[in-house]
């Protein structure tokens, strides 16, 4: 085989792998923004309350902060609050709503009229925890581009493992988040969250779940700043009154 005749064989090789990748790149964008798309429509199916606490452990720093909060339905919209008194280990009251009907809406009230936020005021900690209102939100379903990157099994579950890119820049916030969703519910199983420089920043899970009326509910989720080493708890005393 002559020389140039292996190099052309090479360089055909090579475009053929390029353009095998980049369709394969374009399926997955495309499952993607549809399956966030699919995600973001769910919506709850009735008026519902819950009470609860957030437990943050930071080094040796304890604090508890109880959490109340509603959810609301109407026929074209739904909106779930998230609230804390004032007083509580000296904090300010803090109310903090998520509006949605297929695009969200945030609006944060800190002892004060309740205003609507930009998305770069997202990252911020609800409560002094280690939830943002961005993870509250779960707003990186919403970002632009969304790969669904394969299918499998995690915690027992099967999942659809999304990748979401934020796409902003000079924002202090994640780059992308990597979740696992349960194919059956819609469910995250587990959720890792990546910094500017790509660096693992927080890692999310439901721990308990609770059957209410025949539906399983989740009873305590967890957060983890695997950077600082902090966690934040947030249990709910589901079925109380």
């Known amino acids: 085989m002559k020389p140039g005749w292996s190099r052309a064989i ?16 374009t399926r ?23 009470k609860g606490v957030l437990q943050i452990r930071s080094g040796t720093r304890r604090i508890e902060i109880p959490v109340c909060g509603k959810i609301s339905v109407t026929d074209s919209n739904w909106q779930t609050t998230y609230e804390t008194l004032p007083g509580t280990n000296g904090q300010s009251g803090e109310s903090f709503s998520v509006a949605g009907n297929g695009t969200n ?26 939830f943002w209102l961005a993870d509250l939100g779960l707003d990186f379903l919403h970002w632009p581009e969304q790969r669904l990157l394969k299918k ?52 999310f899970e439901p721990k308990e ?23 934040t708890k947030l249990q709910f005393n589901l079925g109380a009154k």
């Open 152 to 203: 499998e099994i995690r915690r027992g579950q099967g999942c659809a493992v999304l990748e979401s890119i934020s796409g902003q820049t000079n924002v202090p916030a994640y780059s992308r988040v990597v979740s696992w969703v349960d194919l059956d519910t819609g469910g995250i199983v587990h959720a890792d969250a990546y910094d500017a420089s790509g660096k693992k920043l927080k890692e």
């Open 28 to 50: 997955q964008e495309t499952e993607g923004r549809e399956y966030a798309a699919q995600l973001c429509s769910l919506r709850p199916e009735t008026n519902s309350s819950f």
């Open 105 to 130: 809406r945030y609006d944060l009230s800190q002892s004060g009229p309740a205003r609507s936020l930009k998305a770069d005021e997202l990252f911020t900690p609800f409560a002094g925890s280690d």
């Open 10 to 25: 090479l360089g055909a090789s090579l475009l053929i792998a390029l353009v095998g990748h980049s369709a394969e790149l």
């Open 209 to 231: 779940f609770k059957k209410i009326n025949s539906r399983w509910e989740v009873q305590e989720m967890e957060i983890r700043n695997v950077q600082t080493g902090s966690r």
